[in-house]
């Protein structure tokens, strides 16, 4: 039986995104009666971020090392659950999701993701290969996307953390990593992440670094070049259309 819950969210300048995101982790967590902590990695926002958080009752460290995968095992470091979220920012988790992902690993789960649903418009053609990009990841590589992916505690510390070798798809490398310590299981349950990427940036960026992930795996990011509108990326300051 899971006897305590970690809830870890990594935030670079996420004033906007942030207060809501957790809202859905406190509210979801709350229903389902675990023990639990939130706990926000704050990687050297220049932002309300760390306040905003702090208003909704989350622990925040303070961490300055713009690398995702670094700053998510900053945050698993100073946590005390034994079963681990790692909860993107800009992502809502819904209790029913909650609930299937404990389910998971008290019938064995080594870890696990969800089914991404996008919490506003992105375009019919971006929905489109979203949706056929996450049938490939999620359903027939079996990867958690990056927003949401859990972990036993003793799985996740077994697995080596995250790849701090990796500037992106640092997730792929865990579900990989994870894989070897027992089953892992990519729910049916969604989470709600923000298109604003698909919304601010041209296919034409998207694409060939989609194509480029999955002919070459995560190796291609070990190196930060390219990765600008990822890390130094736009940020929404007004609320998008919504589905």
């Known amino acids: 039986m899971i006897s305590f819950i970690s809830f870890i969210v990594p935030a670079h300048n996420e004033a906007f995104e942030i207060g809501a995101a957790l809202e859905s982790v406190f509210r979801s967590a709350r229903a389902v009666g675990c023990p639990f902590e939130v706990i926000v990695a704050n990687d050297a926002s220049t932002d309300q971020t760390?306040?905003?958080?702090?208003?909704?009752?989350?622990?925040?460290?303070?961490?300055?090392?713009?690398?995702?995968?670094?700053?998510r095992n900053a945050g698993a470091k100073v946590s005390t659950g034994d079963l681990l979220f790692f909860i993107d920012a800009d992502t809502h988790l819904q209790e029913a999701t909650l609930r299937a992902a404990i389910r998971a690993v008290e019938r064995g789960a080594a870890g696990g993701g969800a089914s991404i649903s996008f919490s506003d418009h992105v375009g019919r053609f971006n929905q489109?290969?979203?949706?056929?990009?996450s049938y490939v990841y999620g359903?027939?590589?079996?990867?958690?996307?990056?927003?949401?992916?859990?972990?036993?505690?003793?799985?996740?510390?077994?697995?080596?953390?995250?790849?701090?070798?990796?500037?992106?798809?640092?997730?792929?490398?865990?579900?990989?990593?994870?894989?070897?310590?027992?089953?892992?299981?990519?729910?049916?349950?969604?989470?709600?992440?923000?298109?604003r990427k698909l919304r601010m940036y041209s296919p034409f960026l998207i694409i060939p670094l989609t194509?480029?992930?999955?002919?070459?795996?995560?190796?291609?990011?070990?190196?930060?070049?390219?990765?600008?509108w990822w890390y130094e990326g736009k940020r929404e300051s007004r609320s998008p259309p919504q589905l």
């Open 50 to 71: 760390a306040d905003i958080a702090r208003g909704t009752g989350a622990r925040v460290i303070d961490v300055s090392l713009r690398k995702i995968s670094a700053v």
């Open 128 to 133: 489109i290969a979203i949706q056929l990009f």
């Open 139 to 195: 359903r027939i590589l079996g990867w958690a996307a990056g927003c949401f992916i859990f972990a036993r505690r003793d799985a996740f510390e077994s697995a080596g953390g995250f790849d701090e070798t990796l500037y992106a798809c640092e997730e792929v490398a865990l579900s990989l990593a994870l894989k070897r310590q027992g089953p892992f299981t990519v729910l049916r349950e969604t989470v709600l992440t923000s298109g």
């Open 211 to 228: 194509l480029r992930f999955l002919r070459y795996g995560p190796a291609i990011f070990r190196e930060r070049r390219g990765l600008e």
